[in-house]
């Protein structure tokens, strides 16, 4: 088994972290660093991620995410803000994108494009973004297993009420979802996956 693999059987939902163990600015910096590099859908780099080590802040934060003991146990965690005002073409956020890649008015034209077949609310772009934080937050995730830092994804918030506490400008930009980091405070259990063949299909 490859290296990536046996941290992807590390990985786990990690649901309480060792409070007395912090994660090392450097290694905090390659996970940031794996999310900056992810791809994104027309390479607009939808995702902005909020760190959030202060502790006081973290333990505010439970109320409005179901109290779970990950915010509270954790080193860090993440906030994933997907953009979205800036996204919806034509703006200046796409045409600074398009000079720092060397691209021309013809991109423009094409992301025009496909927004107007494919989005008709705001709600469209909302989704359309936020799917951008999946990938952002997988590479994250992958990354600190790597690194033998445990994670776990916390889609379990009230939006609007975090967005309200975090002070969020909701037509720039929402909250996709979560991300803690840390050190399990115990073994994981033993990680169950239905059999590769039961979940691939080959058409050669």
Known sequence: MNAFLEAMCFAHACKVFDEGKKIPREQLLEILEAGRLTPS????????MLVISNQELKEA????????AQFSTSSEVIVLKSLVADI???????RESMKARGLDERYMEQLKGFE???FKERKDFESWSMKQAYLVASSMVNCAAFMGIDSCYIEGFEREKLEDFLKIDTQKERIALILTFGYRAKEQKKKYRKPLESLVEFRD
């Open 41 to 48: 859908s027309f390479g607009l780099e939808h995702t902005r």
């Open 61 to 68: 934060m439970m109320p409005f995410c179901w109290n779970q």
């Open 88 to 94: 919806i073409a034509p703006t200046e956020y796409i």
């Open 116 to 118: 107007e077949a494919n």
